[in-house]
């Protein structure tokens, strides 16, 4: 097994998941802070709120009326990017006008009914709750799409604007542009080393342990060398498993675990509630062979120095490509400090 050697000066990290890179510049992190910073979150959010339309018994805009749910609650999205509409628009499809019609469904997942409780607030059984939600929609959508998005935009920061505890299923046949490329790429990592590319990854980082934040039976989480974001990390499933639909209850129970530590720890870095995008990738459900699959989950946080100070994709990232100061090694070591 080669050694991991991490890089000191200014250099460029490969995601193999992508083939993208990010260029590391360490020297840039003791430079003054002179940009903008967010507004402080006051955390007075009340446990219900008459106005919400994701609480319990409320009435949602499309006048329907939200049931008195105790765990999870799941609707298709009331304003939905998808649909099942289909135009008989004639679509151009040469080399410099391209298009393609597409369909799906959009669910909105509430984790529970308190309006003020986050993943980190919640306990490991109620996380479970939300585990099992998850893999159940997953497989009855799976039977209709080939393409199954569970994820979650965390915070005003992330342009949500509902504080609610809730996330989305997103579900359509065509690969997206994501989920096309990591498919692609670790198809031909497997057709070249006749391994999994997750797997071998997971495997060296438990081998130094330099980027490892956590791990249990089931599931791993890291600092991904490649990470982009100050505090970007992976949850990356220890099992042969593709996605939802193979998950054992003990791996679901597993799961739970990892993702109560992962953002819990989130809270605690800053002391405030982190805010984040964070997504599961899993491998197309197309009835094709996908050994080259491993399932796993990002979680993108902006912040970079403390709860107020964000970190902006702008310009270089923008025009070329991502661009990191602190180093990944360092944030691991922040970010652990605090599980």
């Keep these: 097994m080669n050694q991991v050697v991490t890089p000191v000066g200014t250099h460029r990290r490969r995601n193999p998941l992508t083939g993208n890179y990010v260029l ?15 507004a402080p979150v006051v955390d007075d959010t009340p446990s219900y709120d008459a106005s919400c339309p994701l ?6 805009a499309n006048g329907e009326v939200n049931p008195n749910y105790d ?4 609707f298709l999205n009331d304003f939905g990017a998808l649909t099942n509409d289909q135009s008989s628009t004639q679509l151009e499809q040469d080399d410099l006008f391209q298009a393609q019609e597409t369909s799906g469904e959009c669910h909105v997942v509430c984790y529970s009914p308190e309006h003020n409780k986050s993943l980190a607030q919640m306990s490991v059984d109620d996380i479970s709750h939300v585990v ?3 893999q159940a929609y997953y497989r009855e959508l799976s039977q209709r799409y080939q393409c199954v998005h569970v994820f979650e935009n965390k915070g005003s920061v992330m342009g949500c604007s509902q504080p609610h505890p809730h996330g989305q299923i997103w579900a359509h046949e065509h690969l997206s ?7 692609a790429n670790q198809r031909s990592y497997y057709q070249k080393h006749g391994t999994s590319l997750l797997a071998d990854y997971a495997e060296r980082e438990l081998a130094t342990k330099e980027r490892v934040l956590f791990d249990n039976a089931h599931w791993l989480i890291v600092v991904p060398y490649w990470a982009a974001w100050p505090f ?16 054992t209850g003990e791996q679901k129970a597993s799961l739970a675990q990892a993702m109560k530590a992962i953002t819990s ?4 870095l800053f002391n405030c509630s982190f805010p984040y995008s964070m997504g599961w990738h899993c ?31 702008v310009g270089y990232e923008m025009m070329a490509e991502s661009q990191r100061d602190l180093t990944v090694e360092s944030a691991a070591e922040r970010l652990r400090a605090c599980f």
């Design 177 to 183: 542009t994501q989920i096309a490329l990591s498919d």
């Design 71 to 74: 765990k999870t609650f799941v």
């Design 55 to 60: 609480c319990a018994g409320n009435e949602r």
């Design 132 to 134: 099992d939600t998850w």
């Design 265 to 268: 720890a989130y809270d605690k």
């Design 24 to 38: 590391v510049s360490p020297h840039r992190n003791n430079r003054p802070w002179l940009g903008a910073t967010e």
């Design 283 to 313: 491998g197309p459900e197309n009835g094709q062979d996908n050994s080259h699959w491993r399932m796993h989950c990002h979680f993108y946080p902006p912040l970079l120095r403390s709860a107020t100070v964000k970190k902006f994709m």
């Design 232 to 247: 970007e990390t992976m949850i990356i499933a220890k099992d042969d498993v593709t996605g939802f639909n193979q998950l």
